[in-house]
């Protein structure tokens, strides 16, 4: 098992721009079975990521 350690000691940085990312810009995507958010380095707004989070009928 791969067990996560939390530190405050490492500022990520954004892969597509290479500056220390303070903040996550974060935008909310809804569609009829549920809500998604898509995750924006806040220099660059290049997309990081996008939740996976199922809507209430898709378990």
């Given at each position: ?29 809804s569609s009829t079975?549920?809500k998604r958010y ?22």
């Amino acid at each position: 098992m791969i067990r996560a350690k939390e530190t405050d000691s490492i500022v990520p940085v954004c892969p597509h721009c290479d500056k220390e990312v303070q903040n996550i810009l974060v935008t909310a995507i809804s569609s009829t079975f549920g809500k998604r958010y898509a995750y924006y380095c806040e220099h660059c707004k290049k997309i990081l990521g996008v939740s996976h989070r199922k809507g209430f009928f898709m378990g």
